[in-house]
């Protein structure tokens, strides 16, 4: 097995990927802002390819919107927890796989392609360009693909200076060098991005940008506050105030998790 695989089989081995979405207002948010901009973007019903399926949050939410969906998990108990959370969907194929190799699927197959989370885990250039070029590859011209990743200065923010022990500098020397270029290797186990950084990793590549999005916005740092509590009106309104912010620049860096969101270019 290799070093990654390793990674995360320790980080999603116990299954707790399953309540991700659900057991936190950050979490239910994240699900909500990502919904809603899928269900923006993709023809309905369509062909869609999910890659870091996980154990299928997602995936039950397209599949009972009629598309017909690829899930497609490398962990072994997130694949089991998915083909189980998905059995009863006939338009839901789960299959055990790894985003940096889809040869199974031919060129131009999907309409719509969601990475959602292998950016998260990916150190070295080779493997992300592989990721990207490989999700382009298999997306018709004039599809839409979405790349979910992380902020890394809400890493900063959420796990170094709210969370235990409080140890901004650790987080800073993990994080960028003395020059303050990002640093990316696999014992931070997720690895972050600035949103020019990101954006940039698309340059000269065969889509068009369309948006940035903050799918979380701040939630996840207030969350952390011992004294933290919101309401379901409360959680209702922050969503609305977060859908109608979440594409501004100024707010993006602040959010834990982000989708780039392009289109493929027609041939």
């Known amino acids: 097995m290799d070093k990654r695989r390793q990674i995360l089989e320790g980080i999603y081995g116990d299954g707790r990927e399953e309540t991700r979405l659900t057991r936190t207002r950050h979490g239910q948010l994240e699900f909500l802002t990502t919904m809603s901009y899928i269900d923006r973007q993709a023809p309905n019903p369509c062909r869609v390819l999910e890659l870091g399926a996980g154990t299928g949050s997602y995936t039950a939410a397209l599949a009972q919107r009629r598309h017909q969906v690829t899930a497609v998990e490398l962990v072994e108990k997130n694949y089991e927890l998915l083909k189980a959370n998905t059995a009863q969907y006939p338009n839901v194929e789960a299959v055990r796989g790894d985003a940096l190799d889809l040869r199974q699927w031919a060129d131009d197959t999907f309409q719509l392609t969601l990475s959602m989370g292998p950016m998260y885990h990916l150190y070295g250039k080779g493997g992300v360009d592989r990721a990207i070029d490989e999700a382009i590859r298999v997306t018709r011209p004039g599809g839409i693909l979405m790349f979910a990743f992380l902020s890394v ?4 923010y959420d796990n170094y200076l709210q969370a235990e022990p409080h140890n901004f500098k650790a987080g800073w020397e993990e994080n960028f060098d003395k020059d303050m270029r990002l640093r990316h290797f696999p014992e931070q186990v997720f690895t972050g991005y600035d949103v ?71 041939e």
């Not at 200065?153 to 900063?156: F, H, M, N, P, T």
């Not at 698309?202 to 369309?210: M, T, Y």
């Open 196 to 266: 020019a950084g990101f954006e940039a990793l698309f340059e000269g590549k065969p889509v068009h940008h369309l948006r940035t999005v903050a799918t979380d916005g701040i939630l996840e740092l207030a969350e952390d506050r011992v004294d933290f509590s919101m309401t379901d009106e409360d959680f209702r309104l922050f969503s609305a105030y977060h859908l109608l912010t979440c594409e501004k620049r100024e707010l993006l860096g602040s959010s834990a998790h982000l989708l780039y969101i392009c289109r493929k270019a027609n």
């Open 153 to 156: 200065y809400a890493i900063l």
